[in-house]
């Protein structure tokens, strides 16, 4: 049984408590905006992001095996989001999520925080590799673009 599915909106508070526990686990050391990561980036309101009808809801999907474990949000040919609960990183969520959305979404490309080496590392083993376009987002966060290589499709595990 493939343990992807289209999330609904009795997912929304579990797909915010991944989201914000990665942004405050992998992008709080870098940036530091106690405000922002500890007011700011809340449950509640990242789950109205996922409510029902919402064009976020209608664009994600989740790793649920009995737990939803990881959450993908794709636009277009982009991934958008991509986030697995740190306790369950390292085992495979991830790459099947990111499988899926190559495979079923024709994903080619996604942006990632330059600081975030774990992150592109894991991307890039994948055969999404920089291709030295960047962006600064929110006025103050640097991105950078990776691009899925053409004759990478056997790095996907």
Known sequence: MNPIR????ADASRIAEIIITNYRVNFYPFFRND???FGELNVVDMAAE????TQALQHT????DGVVKGVLRVCGDEVEKLYVEPQFQSQGIGAA????????MQVTNLWALEY???GIAFYSRHGFLPNGE???EDEWVPLIRLVRQPD??????
């Open 97 to 104: 999520l990111l499988e899926f959305a190559v495979s079923q």
């Open 50 to 53: 996922y409510a029902e009808g």
């Open 134 to 136: 960047t962006m600064i």
């Open 116 to 118: 975030n080496k774990r």
């Open 61 to 64: 999907y989740v790793y649920d």
């Open 6 to 9: 289209p999330a609904s909106a």
């Open 152 to 157: 990478s499709k056997e790095q996907i595990v």
């Open 35 to 37: 405000p922002f990561y």
